[in-house]
């Protein structure tokens, strides 16, 4: 089993920051590409940041030049940092994962996908 866990959400206000960190364990090899995505009532889950086991990262349009994203891959670990947040940055911001994982039924490997549960951002004065 594998597990993401985000934590660091929570109240601020416009202009404030925040950081997320995210956590996989469990039965894993390594991970590959990770993200970050946020989610609003009504709305599509919206990619925000992503990151490659290389370390390469890329925003959205509307995060660029206020989001970082970074990663530590001994850890397995994930993190985004937020800087002069807005009120339309409120949204449930969701950690997403690739792992690689022993094959349970051939000798050889797979690469799952995993989710977080989410963690709420509110920003408002």
């Known amino acids: 089993q594998v597990q993401l866990v985000e934590s660091g959400g929570g109240l601020v206000q416009p202009g404030g920051s925040l950081r997320l960190p995210c956590a996989a364990s469990?039965?894993?090899?390594?991970?590959?590409?990770m993200a970050w995505y946020r989610q609003t009532p009504g709305s599509q889950r919206e990619l925000v940041a992503q990151?490659?086991?290389?370390?390469?990262?890329t925003y959205s349009d509307s995060v660029k030049g206020r989001f970082t994203v970074s990663r530590d891959n001994a850890k397995n670990t994930m993190d985004l940092q937020m800087h002069s947040l807005k009120p339309e940055d409120t949204a449930v911001y969701y950690c997403?994962?690739?792992?690689?994982?022993?094959?349970?039924?051939?000798?050889?490997?797979?690469?799952?996908?995993?989710w977080g549960q989410g963690t709420q951002v509110t920003v408002s004065s």
């Open positions: 997403r994962a690739e792992v690689v994982q022993p094959h349970p039924d051939i000798l050889g490997f797979r690469t799952p996908v995993y």
């Open positions: 990151i490659t086991s290389a370390g390469i990262a």
């Open positions: 469990g039965r894993i090899i390594r991970t590959n590409d």
